[in-house]
């Protein structure tokens, strides 16, 4: 029987209780290159007002990993091939981030690719789509019930045909399920946030205005 010293005792429980020792369950499950990929996508200050909307219950990342230099040089390489009238690009996106909510139905999922549309579709509204200006260099349209917003902007990428601007935009998407009130603010703010990330890393020489909420 070990006989510890009044002192001790309370520095052992204090530091015991320091370090979560608890039954409860962490509420974002152990996933450090996830969440850090997830923030650099959408903001980490977006990805905390997400965990905030939705139920209670442990967070997880969900899909494939991967990091924002993987995506732009995958999406890079795919606008240098790229020549017009070419389709090779179709169905070839990429999903950053998605995330999950243990033992419901809520799941936040994003989509990165080229769009099938030109600038010209765009601009033009035509359906089946239905693009609509969101502001600045921004053009969007609402799919599954509206639970998904698809946002695209004209993109040059640097190395690319001259006709990449215009005939191949750079398009996101972000969806919740099963969220009540995801798409009336916080939506538009990960939509926009991812634009300006894809922006940034393709390092888009026309320099598109993305609103900072679309």
Known sequence: MIRWPVGCVLVVATSLLATG??????????????WEACDDFFGAENVDALDDQMADGVLRIEG???????????????????????????????TPCEIGLSD?????????SWSNSSLEDLKSGRQPRGWRSVGGDVFAYETDNRRTLV??????????????????????????????GFKDHLRGKLASALARTMSGALKCVNGPVIPPEL
Request: net charge negative; proline share 8%; charged share 25%.
């Open 104 to 112: 419901t139905r809520q799941q936040l999922s994003s989509e990165v």
């Open 21 to 34: 020792c608890s039954s409860e369950e962490p509420r974002r499950a152990e996933a450090p290159k996830g």
């Open 64 to 94: 494939q990993l991967v990091s924002v230099d993987e995506v732009a040089k995958w999406m890079a390489s795919l606008a240098r091939s790229w020549e017009p009238g070419s389709t090779a690009h179709w169905m070839n996106g990429n």
């Open 151 to 180: 946002a695209a902007f004209p993109c040059k990428v640097p190395g690319t045909d001259e006709q990449q601007e215009a005939g191949l935009p750079m398009e996101v998407r972000v969806s919740g399920r099963a969220m009540p």
